[in-house]
């Protein structure tokens, strides 16, 4: 029985533990919303929500003990600037655990957790267009043209693989000889007694 028993060790050790949990909580506090296992996305919940707590007083105490747990700075300025003042008088529950289902490698439970506050926000991908599909003219956005320049260098790359590949090809590859050996057989020799 698992009485009084708190926490999850995760398969790890304590401090293995801790640095995973940091990690995970500076991803979702970047993101806003993460993809993780169930058992992960449970033990962030128990260490980020006291740490959106602690940062709603916003102290130089405060300050040091969120950073301490959260290495980044720009997260922590957007920690106690944004996220606080859009949790505004919220009195917990900053994030959602939402599962998803079995993941296909390993058949690990895999859950979303995001912060509620910031549901609506965050970006959903964009479905991919199938070949028969035109692209509509719209209006072009910096994020389009960067899309564009990524797209012309892996064709550019596509290329270069594609030439060096028919010059490899084309050039006759040199033949090397065959050298036969003829093995002789060596006469067997009887080792010879000391002393005699």
Same mark, same amino acid.
């Given at each position: 029985?698992?009485?009084?028993v708190?926490g999850?060790?995760l398969?790890?050790?304590?401090?293995?533990?801790?640095?995973?949990?940091?990690? %995970?909580?500076?991803?979702?506090?970047?993101?806003k919303k993460?993809?993780?296992?169930?058992a992960?996305?449970?033990? %962030?919940?128990?260490?980020?929500?006291p740490?959106i707590?602690?940062?709603?007083?916003?102290?130089?105490?405060?300050?040091?003990?969120?950073?301490?747990?959260?290495?980044?700075?720009?997260?922590? #300025?957007e920690?106690?600037? $944004?996220?606080?003042t859009?949790?505004?008088d919220?009195? &917990?529950?900053?994030?959602?655990?939402?599962?998803?289902?079995?993941?296909? &490698?390993? &058949?690990?439970? %895999? +859950?979303?957790i995001? %912060?509620v506050?910031?549901?609506?926000?965050?970006k959903?991908?964009s479905?991919? #267009?199938?070949?028969? $599909?035109? $692209?509509?003219?719209? $209006?072009?956005?910096? !994020?389009?043209?960067?899309e564009?320049k990524?797209?012309?260098?892996?064709? +550019? #790359? @596509? +290329?270069?693989? @594609?030439?060096?590949?028919t010059?490899?090809?084309?050039?006759?590859?040199?033949k090397? !000889?065959?050298?036969?050996?003829?093995?002789?057989?060596?006469?067997?020799?009887?080792p010879?007694?000391?002393?005699?």
């Open positions: 029985m698992r009485h009084r708190k999850r060790k398969g790890r050790t304590s401090s293995h533990r801790l640095a995973t949990l940091r990690v %995970l909580a500076s991803s979702l506090l970047k993101h993460i993809t993780t296992t169930i992960k996305a449970k033990e %962030l919940r128990g260490f980020v929500e740490l707590t602690k940062a709603k007083t916003d102290s130089v105490h405060t300050r040091r003990y969120v950073s301490n747990q959260i290495k980044d700075r720009n997260i922590v #300025k920690l106690f600037s $944004e996220i606080v859009k949790v505004g919220r009195p &917990g529950g900053y994030t959602r655990v939402v599962h998803l289902g079995q993941r296909k &490698g390993d &058949g690990a439970e %895999l +859950a979303i995001e %912060l506050d910031f549901s609506g926000i965050v959903p991908k479905p991919k #267009k199938s070949k028969g $599909e035109t $692209e509509t003219p719209t $209006e072009t956005t910096a !994020e389009t043209k960067a564009e990524a797209e012309e260098k892996k064709e +550019a #790359k @596509a +290329a270069k693989k @594609a030439a060096t590949r010059k490899k090809e084309t050039a006759p590859k040199p090397k !000889e065959k050298v036969k050996t003829t093995r002789t057989a060596t006469p067997k020799t009887t010879q007694k000391k002393g005699s």
